[in-house]
T-cell receptor
């Protein structure tokens, strides 16, 4: 158990809909990362937050947005969903999020868009 | 962003050492080298990370070239449970990003 909790574990929704994925970081970790992993693909970095502020942005679509709340949990919002958005979405947390501390990953949310 | 290059797949026999190579020729002087592994249907798991010196922990060793343009993850005695995708990642010091490459699929044969 990494200490990072992601909910829900599975999500099935229709094209055009909007969903929210939730991540609770490990106790004491200030930074949260979001990644997308499509079938047979590597992990694509989406976005990173540190102590409530956006720190780094990757290949995140405009239809996607995220935030980190004062209690440090984070949410990833995906809207106008397309079939191609079907993927595993992982959240990770780290103590400082500065590239030199290890990150701990949750078990992921499997999103299926039908 | 800097990137890493790894072989797509490697094979090993159980209880033998495994050396997983990674090239990161565009690494900057303060970027850290991380290794994670991922089992099917699970989130990535931290293995080891370092900056310049070789690093050891209970899971593995990390050997970093003197010019830091390459590194090698060493599993001293592979077990069947070590079969996974191994990712060599750069922890970017200027942004904090952890950028994953395509990874190496390690197969361990009994």
């Amino acid at each position: 158990d990494s200490g990072v909790t992601q909910t829900p574990k599975h999500l099935i929704t229709a094209t055009g809909q909007r969903v929210t994925l939730r991540c609770s970081p490990r106790s004491g970790d200030l930074s949260v990362y979001w990644y997308q992993q499509s079938l047979d693909q590597g992990l694509q970095f989406l976005i990173q937050y540190y102590n409530g502020e956006e720190r780094a942005k990757g290949n995140i679509l405009e239809r996607f947005s995220a935030q980190q709340f004062p209690d440090l949990h984070s949410e990833l919002n995906l809207s106008s969903l397309e079939l191609g958005d079907s993927a595993l979405y992982f959240c990770a947390s780290s103590a400082r999020g500065n590239g030199n501390t290890e990150a701990f990953f949750g078990q992921g949310t499997r999103l299926t868009v039908v | 962003d800097a990137k890493t290059t790894q072989p797509n797949s490697m094979e090993s026999n159980e209880e033998e050492p495994v050396h997983l190579p990674c090239n990161h020729s565009t690494i900057s002087g303060t970027d850290y080298i991380h290794w994670y592994r991922q089992l099917p249907s699970q989130g990535p798991e931290y293995v080891i990370h370092g900056l310049t010196s070789n690093v050891n922990n209970r899971m593995a060793s990390l050997a970093i070239a003197e010019d830091r343009k390459s590194s090698t993850l060493i599993l001293h005695r592979a077990t069947l449970r070590d079969a996974a995708v191994y990712y060599c990642i750069l922890g970017l010091s200027n942004t904090g990003k952890l950028i994953f490459g395509q990874g190496t699929t390690l197969q361990v044969k009994p």
